[in-house]
């Protein structure tokens, strides 16, 4: 089956860094859009960055552009979310995905054929 393994989060301070990993197994990794969504306490889950399958196109939220990168190592079977300059409004359980197709093109969670545990990044003001 399917699973997908994240880690990397934990509790910062604002303007600090972290960086998450997704380590997938179970799929043909190289064949889909992978993700990350997150989702705060009381807040629907939203869409935060996605690369296509074969890491030449990525995707940001407005809230996380400059920020965030994405990227993936396909022999690896990993896709990673580096995280410079946290803000207190990035707190969230951040969610690995796994995309129906090769891309990312309607950013919705209904694009969501697998999904990650979870992890909680918590960042301090």
């Known amino acids: 089956q399917v699973q997908l393994v994240e880690s990397g989060g934990g509790l910062v301070q604002a303007g600090d860094s972290l960086r998450l990993s997704c380590k997938a197994s179970?799929?043909?990794?190289?064949?889909?859009?992978m993700g990350w969504f997150r989702q705060a306490p009381g807040k629907e889950r939203e869409f935060v960055t996605g690369i296509d399958w074969r890491g030449a196109s990525t995707y940001y939220a407005d809230s996380v552009k400059g920020r965030f990168t994405i990227s993936r190592e396909n022999a690896k079977n990993t896709v990673y979310l580096q995280m410079n300059s946290l803000k207190p409004e990035d707190t969230a359980v951040y969610y690995c995905a796994v995309s129906y197709g090769i891309g990312w093109p309607r950013r919705l969670v209904d694009d969501v054929r697998y999904w990650g545990q979870g992890t909680q990044v918590t960042v301090s003001s």
């Open positions: 179970g799929l043909t990794f190289s064949s889909h859009g």
